[in-house]
């Protein structure tokens, strides 16, 4: 993890959200993250794909702790969501009807 790492989250019931992050700040077990901005590669129908605006912050910092487990880092967004480092592949998203 270092500064300009961009993580993604996916989350939602009956449909997929995602998000993507910036990492601004690094320690050694935890990071300074803020939300960016997305922009639409394609949609069809309820569903499409996304990629992140990298340095378009649109939320404030956020300290978060860093998790290594199963052989992959993760940040704890939450109690009930974290973000992975993205893979800089488009990441799909649906829409409930």
Not at 20 to 31: A, L
Not at 35 to 50: F, M, S, W
Request: hydrophobic share 40%; with cysteine.
């Amino acid at each position: 993890m270092e500064i300009g790492t961009i993580l993604v989250n996916r989350w939602g019931y009956e449909q997929t959200n995602v998000d993507f992050f910036q990492v601004i700040k690094v320690t050694e077990k935890t990071v300074v993250i803020r939300q960016i901005a997305k922009e639409k590669v394609k949609e069809e129908n309820l569903i499409g794909c996304v990629r992140p605006v990298k340095d378009n912050f649109i939320g404030e910092p956020m300290r978060r702790k860093i998790i290594n487990a199963f052989g992959h880092t993760f940040v704890s967004l939450n109690s009930y969501s974290s973000a992975s480092i993205w893979n800089e592949k488009d990441v799909v998203y649906t829409q409930y009807a």
